[in-house]
């Protein structure tokens, strides 16, 4: 598979993979604007644009914008993250035209009419209720607060109540007129899409963009807390997170190799002690978050209430063992584990056009397979040792929901790391 990439008019970037044997493309535009780069007031904003663009375009309502989709048989959806926001369609690859321009129109045209804006506040303020009301969610909300308090980045994705209810439609237009610009967005294609094609539907479909300044988000400062949550629940959800790598980090693919081997499966070394061996919990497993200029390495465990004292000290005992004896033979069935990954991806177009896009994003140009490949194999137990070292050598940030009487102290906690 080979990407093609180029430029329009306004700065839009185009970036296609053509995948010959399928017969359904997945095609989406994302915008280099997220949570990240919203002001206090306007936190959970970018979100809230998300769910806003599929109520309704000038020459669309939100009742025809799924109909015309689901007509031919296709699929319409979009995601926020800190970072980014995405729109993107699946469909036949002659229905194409079709999912290019309905996101055209939306990302242009929506009209953000006053009843359907009041209509989703109300569901977004269920959706930040409801991930309240998850504790395997709320914990990762307040790790990322005790990870960058006070910070763009630390703040929930979906906003609070008070601020998701204080957008109106004039605030919405001109959060999109500010972000939504030609250099900050990449039309994505993946699957039966020509580039020359959607290079054309994009020429004349994105005519109206903005021409405004690119986003900048604040500069993130990693600062070790912590957040508690004292609910009534069956278990004790724990998170600890140390200063992770950004993209550019020359550790950006050791981190991802560290991961697998410390919790990525059932074969890594966290799953094997903390439940196969001890009985401690049912889930357990590491996570590796790059941002454009930091990044999160961390652990996620969920144990009952009497056997969090037990477990803290394990997990604290993996992570500062790998410092010291991550082996050859453990780095090489990691290594192979994310490259079958990567490579098992590639086989759906979705996932294909989301990495397309992404790369483009973050490193200025997709990544072939032989170049990531050869980055992965570069990862040897001598670099996964020196990252264990990196990570566990500062405190670290410490996020946890439940009962909560038995679990150490912050101090304690992070006393068995630095």
């Known amino acids: 598979m080979t990407a093609s990439v180029s430029k329009l008019s306004n700065g839009m970037t185009v970036v296609t993979d053509e995948m010959a044997h399928l017969q359904s493309a997945s095609v989406g535009v994302w915008v280099n604007a997220g949570s990240r780069h919203e002001a206090l007031p306007d936190n959970g904003i970018s979100h809230m644009l998300e769910h806003m663009a599929f109520k309704g375009t000038e020459r669309r309502s939100a009742r025809a914008i799924v109909e015309e ?40 045209f929506s009209t953000f009419e006053p009843e359907e804006v009041e209509r989703e506040q109300g569901v977004i303020v269920q959706e930040i209720g409801q991930a309240a009301d998850t504790p395997d969610d709320l914990v990762f909300d307040l790790l990322l607060e005790a990870s960058f308090p006070e910070q763009p980045l630390g703040r929930s994705i979906l906003g609070t109540p008070e601020s998701v209810k204080s957008f109106d439609g004039t605030r919405l237009k001109s959060y999109m007129t500010s972000k939504y610009a030609g250099p900050q967005l990449v039309l994505a294609g993946a699957g039966a899409v020509e580039h020359a ?154 996932s294909r056009v989301e990495q397309l896009a992404r790369q483009q994003m973050i490193f200025g140009r997709p990544l072939s397979v032989e170049e990531i490949t050869e980055r992965v194999d570069a990862v040897d137990a001598e670099a996964l040792r020196r990252f264990a070292a990196r990570i566990t050598g500062s405190k670290p940030a410490i996020a946890a929901v439940g009962p909560l009487s038995t679990l150490e102290s912050y101090d304690r906690i992070a006393a068995r790391f630095a």
Request: with cysteine; net charge negative; charged share 25%.
């Open 69 to 108: 989709i689901e007509a031919v048989g296709g699929h319409l959806n979009a995601h926020t993250t800190h970072e980014a926001t995405a729109y993107y369609v699946r469909l036949l690859k002659d229905d194409v035209p079709l999912g290019a321009d309905i996101l055209a129109d939306i990302l242009q």
């Open 197 to 350: 094609a959607l290079q054309d539907m994009g020429e004349s479909l994105f005519k109206a963009l903005p021409n405004a300044v690119p986003a900048v988000a604040e500069r993130a400062q990693f600062r070790a807390t912590e957040g508690r949550e004292e609910k009534d629940l069956e278990q004790v959800h724990l998170t600890l997170g140390f200063e992770g790598v950004d993209y550019a980090d020359p550790d950006y693919y050791t981190a991802q190799v560290f991961s697998s081997i410390l919790g990525g499966g059932m074969s890594s070394r966290l799953f094997q002690e903390v439940r196969e061996k001890r009985g401690l919990c049912y889930s357990v497993y590491s996570f590796n978050w790059s941002f454009d200029d930091t990044g999160l390495f961390g652990v996620y465990a969920g144990t009952a209430e009497e056997d969090v004292a037990e477990l803290v000290p394990v997990v604290a005992a993996e992570l500062n063992r790998l410092a010291q004896d991550a082996s050859e033979d453990e780095a090489a069935r990691a290594r192979t584990q994310l490259k079958a990954g990567m490579l098992m991806g590639l086989e759906s177009s979705a």
